[in-house]
């Protein structure tokens, strides 16, 4: 085999523990999009740190979670589901909203 194949495997092999480790303490958020609502409408993270948010779509239409604030904007299919990741965030409110239902889809996320 060859030195740097296996070294390379090495490498990934001991990298591993360390990712999975930096991935697990990412907080992660859910949020669901019903009847072209956001639940939680308002959620709370920890300011300054990179949060998962974990995003259901129950209805049969697709939404668009979209915030300026954020630089985030991502189709989500109908009866889907999505990841998205913020932060780190400083303290104070973001607001987002759904594209295609932008009078009923609303939220914000408060980092303190």
Partial sequence: ??????????????????ASSVFAATPEIQIEIRDHLFYPSTIEVPANQKIRLFIINHDPTPEEFESYELNREKVIPGNGKTVIFIGPL?????????????KTAQGKVVAK
């Fill in 90 to 102: 400083p303290p104070g409110e973001y607001p987002f909203f759904g594209e295609f239902f932008p």
């Fill in 1 to 18: 085999m060859n030195k740097g194949f296996v070294s390379g495997i090495l490498l990934l092999l001991v990298s591993l523990p360390v």
